[in-house]
């Protein structure tokens, strides 16, 4: 494993990003590069960041460079945004920052987390079995973290019914998913499929990058874990193993609008199914009112309004002539 950068995006959850800095400094290998991006563009967090640089020279020193990478020898790089531009901006400009300085694989994660000490090295043995790399989660209370390792292309939705658990003996399966809360990946995927896409704003930006590297590489879920997820967010159980999270009325919007990004990128590599697609619309909105119902109980009304105007706007970006796909970045 040559040159892993860690890339961060961070918006106004300084005290959180404090925490994941912190872990950081515990990892027994050291990053190449720490690019954060902040959407915030704020002083406060400008500080921290140049707190944790000074912390983490002392600690690992200035990276060494090899002759054709780019940037000097800082090991850790902010980048503050203009304006928000929500996860994906985030991670399309962050992933953007870091190959351009030369990185050769790339570790993504939201300031709400905190990674494991032997995080980056439990990935790195996997480097030679995929370029597409997801390790494990603890959630917030140190269990097991349920993830939809698998999408349903036809459906546009993650399957529900992906098995929690590993098979006896097994350390590994293939997905087609990715998570950017401690998706890995290579170079080679940005190279062939282009920077994360960053008109999804929020949500299916990483799952549609998982399908996308599902289409150049054979992407992996790995047994280890890597990193923690440090921000409760209300839920309800659902079984034994999984949980339906409490969400907003915007992401609800970004939800059904970002479904009509998915279908596009579908539609490029053949596999859109238009009846499966519009069924998947319908089980979108049956999930969102139990969603309602039974973990955020608001007003139904104004959620459904934002529903369905995600709806309207994924069916003009369906059709849009002016749409192109993320251009693969090539060398």
């Known amino acids: 494993m040559r040159r892993p950068a860690i890339v961060i995006v961070t918006y ?15 990892l027994t290998v050291a990053p190449w590069r720490v690019v954060v991006v902040d959407n915030e563009n704020s002083e406060k967090t400008a500080a921290l960041v140049a707190a944790f640089a000074e912390r983490v020279r002392d600690l690992w020193g200035d990276t060494t460079d090899d002759p054709d ?18 996860g994906s901006g985030g991670f399309s400009e962050g992933v953007r920052v870091a190959y351009d300085l030369g990185a050769e694989w790339f570790w993504v994660m939201d300031d709400d987390v905190a990674v494991e000490p032997e995080g980056l090295a439990r990935l ?61 990946f290579s170079r080679r995927i940005p190279q062939q499929v282009g920077l994360p896409d960053p008109r999804f704003f929020i949500y299916f930006d990483d799952a549609l990058y998982g399908y ?44 059904t609008r970002n479904r009509g990004y998915i279908a596009r990128y579908e539609m490029e590599y053949g596999d859109f199914n238009p009846v499966a697609y519009g069924l998947g619309t319908v089980l979108t909105f049956a999930k969102e009112m139990v969603r309602l119902a ?33 251009p693969p970045l090539g060398k």
């Open 12 to 26: 106004k959850r300084q005290g959180l990003l404090q925490g994941l800095f912190d872990s950081i400094c515990e």
């Open 69 to 86: 990478a780019a940037g000097g020898t800082t090991r850790v790089v902010y980048h503050p945004m203009s304006q928000n531009t929500g």
């Open 124 to 184: 790195a043995k996997w480097c030679d079995k995929s370029d597409a790399i997801q390790g494990q989660r603890h959630d917030t209370d140190g269990g097991h973290f349920y993830w939809q390792w698998h999408f349903s292309v036809p459906f546009a939705i993650y399957d529900p019914f992906g098995k929690a658990d590993f098979p006896e003996g097994q350390d590994w399966r293939y997905c087609n998913a990715m998570c950017f809360e401690g998706g890995f």
């Open 212 to 255: 996308l590297a599902s289409k150049v590489c054979r992407p992996i879920y790995v047994r280890d874990y890597v990193l923690t997820r440090m921000r409760e967010v209300p839920n309800a159980q659902v079984g034994s193993v999984r949980q339906l999270n409490s969400t907003s009325d915007m992401t609800r919007f970004h939800i």
């Open 294 to 326: 039974v973990v955020d109980r608001g007003h139904f009304g104004a959620s459904m309004r934002q529903l369905g105007a995600g709806w309207r706007e994924s069916r003009w970006i369906l059709h849009d002539p002016s749409w192109k796909p993320m």
